[in-house]
């Protein structure tokens, strides 16, 4: 892997360099840019995924939402559809992505639109809902054309960006000094027992600005509940002496199956790509699989999640098939959630007084 970076390298330079006249063309007004009234958020990364974009999301909303109005704007990556769409509670992931229609499922009070050219969504949304106080956009880093009030720039603590290159040598799509330009930045997927030794090495690499805040936030795995009777949870201490079939379609699925290695007799990775819409035969094969792991070794039930459980839904209409969904949620260590959330609400504060 290391010859093969130094290989790619000079293509990842040349990538670069190509996002950077990019950006030029806006700095210099050739294409525009646009700011809003409305205190708009972006939360993105400089790598190509897998960072942990749509629990954070989810963690502003739910510690936000009660105090201000909050909408959502999302490309939809991986929907089938094109162009302005409000999300409902009843569309199909295909048609608005998974990530968002998860959102919009777990927090219906939230609007939440899918939009490729998001500088013109903007003031449709705020024509149609203006009591709107804060916006979110997701995934919205390197999307030029809206400049927002605050940037939270998402890194990994497996696969931190001051460890990577730029595509198609690594994973970055875009040099590594861009991490300046975030107010915020947000270490996520760290152990949940990371210790100030550890924080300390990290700030050392990062090497934040004077303005520059850096939080670290890990995953919290919540019990698995039925895809079709969600009233239906199992304690964790019940799957010790179970097997289990972990199907995902997620980045990176090594965290979650070695926690639940922890908490379960066996586990065995069914893994399709990122935003992967199942086929009728894929979850046959699931199935198949499911049959023999049972029969070879006993008891087994299914694991997804949540943003899985929207792709497979529609082929699971047996309740006693034992597919259950692990909840996932983020909380930050060192005792910094009301700190985080007060950076938040700076934001929207100096935006609307």
Known sequence: MKYLRLILLPFGYLYGFIVEGIKLTYRLGWCKSSRFELPTIIIGNLSTGGTGKTPHVEYILKNLGHQFTIAVLSRGYGRKTKGFMWVEPT?????????PLQVRKKYPKNAVVVAEKRAAAIPKILNKLPQTQLLL??????????????YIMLTTYSSPFFNDFVLPAGNLREFRFNYRRSNT????????????????????????????KVYFSYMKYGQPYHILETERVLKWEALLSINILLVVGIANPKPLKKYLSAHSKSVQLFSVPDHHNYSQEEWKAVLQKFDAIESSLGATIIISTEKDALRLIPFVSDINIPLYIVPIEIAFAFGEDDAFQRTLIEVIDKKIG
């Open 185 to 212: 930045i947000i270490v996520t997927k760290c152990p949940p027992n990371i210790n100030e030794q550890q924080r300390a090495a990290f700030l050392k690499k990062i090497k934040p600005g004077n303005k520059q």
């Open 91 to 99: 569309d199909a992931a295909a048609d608005v992505g998974d990530e």
């Open 137 to 150: 956009l997701d995934d919205g880093m390197q999307h030029w054309p809206v400049i927002g009030d605050s």
